[in-house]
């Protein structure tokens, strides 16, 4: 698997060095000062970039029309919906957000299963799901639930597309950590949402266990601790995430009971002081992409990009916490976020309109997240941009560590390479700027797929057949009912407000 992953890169790295140099989107430096970071200036009329990185990116934001015409065709004339990480790469996710087609959608993993169930009601015969393995099991799983099991889910890969994270909830280190759970009193496992099947399905059968998100980890955390009191808490598997929940409760402490109750009106100084002494997180879980951004880049971006009046600082819950406690700092001073993929591309936005709207030339924005991204944001930015000012721009800058890109020396396809490890934006030290899971996804998978997904009443070729996404099945345990209670517990609390009856109950059985 990680043999065919570094090839599908290395491949990639040559494409990304033709296009830089070859783009007729409109690259160039112009309007940048000299800077450490790559970065893309967005204004209504166009795109253009610093550095190769950045290029790379760009190449793609005006995808080929008659590519886009005849995806778009297939798609509507087969009712083939689509669901979409943002992480895709910038060519795939270019094309499919230029379809017109009502079924496409790009979202986080959470909003994808939601928007398939959307997509199943509206009558698709079939859903394709461009993701990691555990994003089209609860897709497969969600639509079971609300009894769309006649909807079939397919991946764009006949190999298994892993995810670094996830794997790491499967080793035996973190069963360990859920029996230690299981024996502590008024229990609760808090589990990313971006784990399998099977880890949620073995955490349920092992202690009270709800998912989260990285835009509601927070409110469940703190709904959690002010339903039973008492209860102690176990996140996981994402260790950067659960040091800056940490860190962000410590925080917490510091403020005063009325600003603390407008974040829960159930807590104050004293509750969260309680909570912190009851909470606890794995250590041995990481995801390659936002390992990328460690206490090397902080110190450029402290040095060469200082907070201003036109500077903003984004992390996602899942980067070191050195990254993420600069952009907490920020967001505390209304320079900044840090959350979810939604959250940050929500506060882009919105500084995009500010600028806008006060007649601000530029804004800088330094994205402490996956590349993928910066389609949603270019299009977004843009949009508003035509709406509101011809005159401003906003730049995306892109904080990658010196070695995320190898430059060879050499004229011709190999001038630029990615870092040893392979993974176009991979470190040496490990990380990467974009998921080269993720990048397991290309244009030519999807275009295939949809051309050999069948006609009304067609049979299914045995080569689709094996593209099906389907939900594991292991001896003695329930992966798709015990697997799904978690996510129900979820759901149930961002629709009601509170955790589930049940759950509560299971929470404190626990002596």
């Known amino acids: 698997e990680h043999a065919q992953v570094l090839d599908h890169f290395c491949r990639s790295a040559v494409m990304f060095s033709r296009l830089a140099r070859s783009s007729t989107h409109g690259v160039a430096r112009r309007g940048f000062a000299s800077q450490?970071?790559?970065?893309?200036?967005?204004?209504?009329?166009?795109?253009?970039?610093?550095?190769?990185?950045?290029?790379?990116?760009?190449?793609?934001?005006?995808?080929?029309?008659?590519?886009?015409?005849?995806?778009?065709?297939?798609?509507?004339?087969?009712?083939?919906?689509?669901?979409?990480h943002y992480y895709m790469d910038p060519e795939l996710q270019g094309?499919?957000?230029?379809?017109?087609?009502?079924?496409?959608?790009?979202?986080?993993?959470?909003?994808?299963?939601?928007?398939?169930?959307?997509?199943?009601?509206?009558?698709?015969?079939?859903?394709?799901?461009?993701?990691?393995?555990?994003?089209?099991?609860?897709?497969?799983?969600?639509?079971?639930?609300?009894?769309f099991s006649h909807v079939p889910v397919y991946t764009l890969s006949k190999q298994h597309i892993g995810c670094s994270l996830a794997e790491m909830a499967e080793r035996p280190a973190y069963g360990a950590y859920l029996q230690k759970a299981s024996q502590a009193k008024h229990p609760l496992h808090v589990v990313y949402i971006n784990t399998s099947m099977h880890t949620k399905a073995t955490a349920h059968d092992t202690v009270p266990t709800i998912t989260?998100?990285?835009?509601?980890?927070?409110?469940?955390v703190l709904q959690a601790a002010a339903q039973v009191p008492d209860v102690s808490i176990w996140y996981g598997p994402d260790t950067y995430m659960g040091t800056n929940l940490?860190?962000?409760?410590?925080?917490?402490?510091?403020?005063?009971?009325?600003?603390?109750?407008?974040?829960?009106?159930?807590?104050?100084?004293?509750t969260i002081r309680d909570l912190l002494a009851r909470f606890d997180y794995f250590k041995q879980g990481m995801c390659v992409v936002h390992h990328m951004f460690g206490g090397q880049v902080v110190q450029t971006i402290k040095t060469d990009y200082p907070i201003d009046d036109n500077t903003y600082y984004t992390a996602h819950l899942e980067v070191p916490g050195e990254m993420f406690m600069l952009a907490m700092d920020a967001q505390q001073h209304g320079k900044g976020v840090v959350g979810s993929t939604s959250n940050i591309l929500n506060f882009i936005k919105d500084k995009a309109k500010e600028a806008a709207s006060e007649g601000k030339d530029c804004i800088r924005v330094l994205l402490g997240t996956?590349?993928?991204?910066?389609?949603?944001?270019?299009?977004?930015?843009?949009?508003?941009?035509k709406q509101l000012s011809d005159k401003t721009a906003v730049e995306i800058v892109f904080p990658v560590a010196a070695e995320a890109m190898t430059a060879t020396g050499e004229e011709g396809d190999l001038s630029l390479l990615p870092g040893?490890?392979?993974?176009?934006?991979?470190?040496?030290?490990?990380?990467?700027?974009?998921?080269?899971?993720?990048?397991?996804?290309?244009?030519?998978?999807?275009?295939?797929?949809?051309?050999?997904?069948?006609?009304?009443?067609?049979?299914?070729?045995?080569?689709?057949?094996?593209q099906l996404a389907t939900i594991r099945q292991t001896d003695g345990l329930d992966l798709a009912g015990s697997g799904g209670m978690p996510i129900k517990y979820m759901r149930h609390l961002m629709q009601n407000g509170d955790l589930a009856e049940d759950l509560v109950s299971s929470i404190r059985s626990k002596q």
Request: a negative charge.
């Open 95 to 147: 094309l499919v957000a230029a379809c017109n087609y009502e079924h496409v959608f790009c979202a986080d993993s959470l909003a994808m299963t939601g928007a398939a169930v959307e997509m199943a009601k509206a009558g698709v015969r079939g859903i394709a799901c461009l993701g990691v393995d555990f994003m089209s099991e609860s897709v497969r799983s969600t639509l079971d639930q609300n009894g």
């Open 370 to 385: 996956e590349v993928g991204m910066v389609t949603a944001i270019v299009k977004e930015t843009q949009d508003i941009l």
């Open 420 to 466: 040893v490890q392979g993974g176009e934006g991979c470190s040496t030290a490990g990380g990467c700027a974009a998921c080269p899971f993720m990048k397991m996804n290309d244009l030519d998978a999807l275009m295939d797929l949809a051309e050999a997904f069948p006609e009304s009443g067609s049979p299914v070729t045995p080569q689709l057949e094996a």
């Open 212 to 220: 989260c998100t990285s835009s509601n980890v927070v409110r469940t």
């Open 36 to 84: 450490a970071f790559p970065s893309m200036r967005i204004t209504s009329q166009g795109v253009t970039a610093q550095g190769s990185f950045a290029e790379a990116q760009v190449a793609f934001l005006d995808p080929d029309v008659d590519a886009v015409k005849r995806l778009d065709e297939t798609l509507a004339r087969k009712k083939l919906g689509v669901v979409m």
């Open 246 to 270: 940490k860190n962000m409760f410590e925080r917490m402490v510091t403020l005063p009971d009325e600003q603390i109750a407008k974040l829960h009106p159930a807590h104050n100084q004293q």
